[in-house]
């Protein structure tokens, strides 16, 4: 069982994780731009189910190395907060990029959207790191199944996930408009999450250290 403080600071981390810069939420902001929110749709559902894939793996391969190999635990923390300390550098770093820029797409059929969204989450290096180092910042064998705390938190995962790229989608062209408009805000924006995204692995860092 997941203590629901614990749950509760995944879903924030969840949450930061969706609006970072990455391959998903770009592509998404620009098929909704480029083809429409319809066609945007098509390309979440197959982002999802690229999801579960790695959900599902993840939650196979945490539970063996758990299981087997004890340390893994300690090195898989230490290795998610060292990736959002390297998120939080790539939001603030100079000339980096909002995912709220947009680029242009061609239009495609249905099952191409859906494979596109797909093989763009699928290979998503963000998605996989996340699941590896991340997700098991908040599994502790202590509270019963590896592999039930893993699904219990990819499926949050996931949920939170489709809510923030299903605004984006739905909001997409009055976003790309207004940042346009407000590039200042572009740059907020960056600092902002990249400051929440310093915090999370601080805190993270600082839990460790307690339990050592």
Known sequence: MIELNHWFIFIGAALIMAITPGPNLIYLLSRSIC???NAAIVSLFGVVTAFLVHMFAAAIGLTALFLTIPIAYIILK???AGYLLWLAWQAMRPNAKSP????ELAPD???KLWLMGFMTS???PKIAIFYLSILPQFISPQHGSVFAQSLTLGFT?????FMVNLTVILTAAGLARW???NPLWLLIQRYVM???LLGLALRLLIEQRKMA
């Open 109 to 111: 059929s249905r099952p």
């Open 179 to 181: 940042f346009a408009l």
């Open 100 to 103: 709220f820029e947009a680029r």
């Open 194 to 196: 990249g400051i929440v």
């Open 35 to 37: 083809q429409g929110r």
């Open 122 to 124: 699928f290979l998503n």
């Open 157 to 161: 995962q996931i949920v939170v996930s």
């Open 78 to 80: 230490w290795l998610g």
